[in-house]
């Protein structure tokens, strides 16, 4: 059974290079098929799954890395209720809104979490 690595992005995309480093992380792991790559955005970090990125910090990691991460079928996971969904427009992945019961359970559930 492969591992699970729990990306849990925090860091505002804005104006930090932390969130889109964190995603072109995740895609190179992701792509060998040897680990079950999850994706959770919080926070300011949700901005990353918007169609419009030319905003954030190293938005082209976001267009080229971000894709990548759709290849493993999940959906992004993402905060109940965050204010920053009304600011996504069109999304470019699948995202599944989630309590905070919820990520403590696919906390517990990861072989290895990584907090950006």
């Not at 060998?32 to 030319?54: T, Y």
């Amino acid at each position: 059974m492969n591992p699970r690595v729990l990306f849990l992005i925090a860091s505002d995309p804005r104006s930090s290079p932390r969130p889109a480093e964190a995603v072109r992380i995740a895609a190179g792991i992701g792509a060998w098929h040897k680990a079950d790559v999850r994706l959770c955005l919080r926070d300011a970090a949700v901005l990353a799954l918007g169609e419009c990125v030319e905003d954030l910090v190293d938005d082209d990691h976001f267009t080229r890395y971000l894709p990548i991460l759709h290849d493993n079928h999940r959906p992004v996971l993402v905060p109940r209720g965050s204010p920053h969904l009304a600011d996504l427009g069109q999304a470019i992945l699948p995202w599944r809104e989630i309590d905070d019961h919820e990520l403590a359970l696919e906390i517990s559930a990861a072989t290895y979490t990584l907090r950006f």
